[in-house]
Nanobody, 122 residues
């Protein structure tokens, strides 16, 4: 079993900050990459930020300079520090991980968390 659990969502005013965290647990050999996605009502799920095992990061243009993704490989966790939040950041944020479960398995599978709600409103 592999489980991803997000935490840290909530209500924040525009311009405020929020930090999300995601922890992966279960049978895990290695994690190639971890990412945060978000989905607002009526919209498709979009990539917010990702980070590879080599700590290479990628951000959506809409969050560059405001969000920071980081990971702790030893703990199989990934965090998203969100600053200068805007109403358009309101969405359910999902944790995603590319996980190789066993040493003898050549490919990694994609796993998702249950999502955590982030609401930016005055």
């Amino acid at each position: 079993q592999v489980q991803l659990v997000e935490s840290g969502g909530g209500l924040v005013q525009p311009g405020g900050s929020l930090s999300l965290s995601c922890a992966a647990s279960g049978t895990i050999f290695s994690i190639n990459a971890m990412a945060w996605y978000r989905q607002a009502p009526g919209k498709q799920r979009e990539l917010v930020a990702s980070i590879t095992s080599d700590s290479i990061t990628n951000y959506a243009d809409s969050v560059k300079g405001r969000f920071t993704i980081s990971r702790d490989s030893a703990k199989n966790t990934v965090a998203l520090q969100m600053n200068s939040l805007k109403p358009e950041d309101t969405a359910v944020y999902y944790c995603n991980a590319e996980i190789r479960r066993y040493r003898n398995w050549q490919r990694a599978g994609a796993y998702w968390g249950q999502g955590t709600q982030v609401t930016v409103s005055s």
